[in-house]
Each structure stands twice: as structure tokens, then as C-alpha cells.
């Protein structure tokens, strides 16, 4: 992990994506860059920060009594992380994960509850964000009871590929997608034949022009 303080020359690159964000919040806020398959938040330690996902990808993880990990949600760029924390709805965070490289700004808590919850914008924002996160959280259960698993779990290469490359733990993913780990193996198998993926070492080689395709075909049925 890599932090340092916010430089204003960094704000028209990502002002888009939070336009809450004042110069006041971004001057009291870090830069944080995380390593492949390093820890952004622990789930034994309350964070002190909410985490704006700038660049790269992650996974949330549940660790289960059992010793058994879960994929909960996978998260990109635009992405909060640590929100449910900041509005007191869990007091035991979830294991964030980077997928590849990731990049953050990190605004600490207590910058947020003294200035931002003050203004009508970001409690409104982090709540329609929470809404719509549930919303996406639904529709993956839905579809794995209406959807063919070739055509979700190709959706879900181009969602966790980080440069046209997956890596993933594929006992987890066949949790993540409600099937078997043989079953999940079985259309991994089928895909490579059919020209969509390509086995490379601990994973695949993704062609996300022919997975678009396909799962376009998926959605016309």
C-alpha cells in the first residue's frame, strides 16, 4: 500500500464521478494505491476512511465461521467503499480485495460527518448509491434462477478481468454463482472450446468482443 495526500492537479480526473467532492474535502483527503490481492479494508478493523474506488477493481469478501470465504459483491470504478461503516449499518466491515491495481481516495470519517453530512447532496447521494447497490444485489440472485450459467458467468469475465486476464478463485465464483464447482469447470471447458477464453497460468485469457456477443445472445432468448 502507497498513500499520500491528495494533489489538486489529480481532481478533473475523477470530479465526474463524486461531484460532491469540495476542495476542502479533496485537501484533507488521501491517495491510496493498493497491489494485486492486497487487503484495502480488513474485516477484523473498523476503517477510519470511505474509499472512492478511482481506478481498478475489487471484491468484497465474507469470512465465514467455518473459514470458508465469500464473494459478496464484486466493485469498480465509482464504487464506495467502507459506506456502510460511515452510516452505522454494520459494525463489522467485510475483507475488500484488489483485483489488479487499485487506486483510491481515501476521505476520513470524520472530515465526512463534519462537513459532508452537513449538506443536503451527500446523504442523498450515499443513500440512492446504497439503493442501487441493493438493486444489483437482487437482480444477481434473480438471475441465476433465469439465466443459462454460460451466459453469467461471461458477463462476470468481462466484470473481474483486469486486462483481458482472469484470476479468480474459482471455488468462489461457483459459490457467487450458485452452481457447482463441476458444473462451473464443465462451461470454463465449453468456452474454451467454443474460442471465447484461453487457458494462460492460474486462469484465462479473456475475448471480451465474442463474450459481448454472446451474452447478447443470452439476452434475446
Known amino acids: 500500500m502507497k498513500k499520500e495526500k491528495f ?10 464521478l463524486f461531484p460532491f467532492l469540495t476542495v476542502s ?6 491517495l491510496v494505491t493498493y497491489e494485486r490481492n492486497e487487503k484495502i479494508v480488513k474485516q477484523t478493523i473498523k476503517p477510519d476512511y470511505l474509499y472512492l474506488l478511482l481506478e481498478g477493481k475489487a ?3 465474507q469470512q465465514e465461521p467455518n473459514g470458508k470465504s465469500l464473494i459478496l459483491q464484486f466493485l469498480e470504478v465509482g464504487d464506495f467503499i467502507g459506506e456502510l461503516t460511515l452510516v452505522k449499518a454494520e459494525e463489522t466491515p467485510k475483507d475488500v480485495i484488489a483485483i489488479g491495481a487499485v487506486r483510491c481516495l481515501a476521505i476520513p470519517f470524520t472530515v465526512i460527518e ?4 452537513q449538506e443536503a447532496e451527500f446523504p442523498t447521494y450515499i443513500a440512492r448509491y446504497i ?6 444485489r437482487m437482480e444477481h440472485f434473480s438471475n441465476a434462477q433465469t439465466f443459462e450459467l454460460k451466459y453469467r458467468l461471461a458477463a462476470l469475465l468481462l466484470e473481474v478481468a483486469v486486462n483481458e486476464k482472469y484470476h479468480e478463485n474459482n471455488t468462489q465464483i461457483a459459490d457467487y454463482l450458485g452452481t457447482s464447482y463441476r458444473h462451473l469447470m464443465h462451461t470454463f471447458k465449453n468456452l474454451r472450446e467454443q474460442g471465447y477464453i484461453e487457458k494462460i497460468k492460474g486462469g484465462y485469457s479473456i ?9 447478447q445472445k ?4
Do not use: A, V
Not at 207 to 215: C, T, Y
Open 7 to 16: 494533489s489538486m492537479e489529480n481532481r478533473p480526473r475523477f470530479n465526474d
Open 25 to 30: 474535502i479533496l485537501k484533507q483527503s488521501f
Open 59 to 61: 471484491r468484497i469478501l
Open 114 to 117: 463534519e462537513e459532508l453530512m
Open 131 to 136: 439503493g442501487e447497490k441493493l438493486l444489483l
Open 207 to 215: 475475448d471480451s468482443q465474442k463474450l459481448r456477443e454472446l451474452i
Open 218 to 221: 443470452g439476452n434475446e432468448r
